[in-house]
Each structure stands twice: as structure tokens, then as C-alpha cells.
């Protein structure tokens, strides 16, 4: 998504193809700290909406399924991490 490679704290984003005949992929993004991930979330809140409308009413997403977050170390979680949102 452009608006994250633009974004403080976005490390990337990696797409891994599980299964070609299911169509059905892992999207991975990183960030630098919880805290920065969070901070995009309630920046571009609308504008993600927006874009994971598009990918459904252009038929190319059936439905997104948040897995879970996860993190490299106990040191990231730090202690102004907030609960994540789905």
C-alpha cells in the first residue's frame, strides 16, 4: 500500500502465495514499534477502509482474515503498547 511505504516506523510488506488453486495469500507487514503501527492505523483508518472496499467490490478479495500480530522480542511490546484492533 503506498500510503505505509511513506509512513515513519513501515519496515515493508512481504505477499506470500499459500495456495495458487484457492487463490490464497499472506500479506506480512512490519513496523518498527507497535506504537507506529497503531499511529498508521488511526492516521489512514479511512483510507484503508476505503482501499479494502475497493479490493471486494473489484472482486479481488473474498474476504481478509486478521491473524495476529506478532512480535520480534518482549522488548518491543514496551509499555505504552496498546491492544490491538481488528
Known amino acids: 500500500m ?18 495458487q488453486a484457492e487463490r490464497r495469500f499472506r500479506v506480512l ?7 507506529e503501527f497503531e499511529g498508521f492505523r488511526e492516521k489512514f483508518s479511512t483510507e484503508v477502509e476505503k482501499f ?11 474476504r481478509q482474515e486478521l491473524v495476529g500480530a506478532y512480535y520480534a522480542s518482549d522488548d518491543d511490546r514496551g509499555e505504552d503498547a496498546v491492544p490491538m484492533q481488528s
Open 2 to 19: 503506498e500510503l505505509a511505504r511513506c509512513e515513519r516506523g513501515h519496515l515493508g510488506c512481504e505477499v506470500k502465495c499459500e495456495s
Open 52 to 62: 479494502n472496499l475497493l479490493l471486494s467490490s473489484e472482486g479481488l478479495v473474498d
Open 29 to 35: 507487514d512490519s513496523w518498527r514499534s507497535h506504537l
